[in-house]
């Protein structure tokens, strides 16, 4: 199965599920004291994946390496190629 496929299922199934305490399908105590909370959870699942995005994606920009080691292969390549051009009559300012 697809991540895809899984993730519809999932949403699906949940989406059955608050739809069901949402209309009172079932009679239950815990539908009729958080009927507020109920109603508004798409909302609140909602801001509750903006910001566990926004805390990996601040996490990982804090947690960056810097690779020195590839950044000074780069130049290198950088110069060499830079070398081989003017060689065949390219000109840097």
């Not at 949402?22 to 105590?29: I, M, T």
């Not at 130049?75 to 081989?84: G, K, Y």
């Amino acid at each position: 199965m697809k991540k895809l496929t899984q993730w519809i299922v999932g949403v699906n199934i949940l989406s059955i599920l608050w739809l069901s305490l949402l209309f009172n399908q079932y009679d239950s105590k815990i539908s009729k004291e958080h009927f507020l909370v109920i109603q508004f959870l798409p909302i609140i699942l909602l801001i509750s994946f903006g910001v566990f995005a926004l805390a990996v994606i601040l996490y990982r920009v804090a947690t960056f390496n810097d690779c020195k080691s590839a950044a000074e292969d780069l130049r290198a390549e950088i110069e060499e190629a830079r070398t081989a051009l003017q060689q065949k009559g390219f000109k840097f300012n």
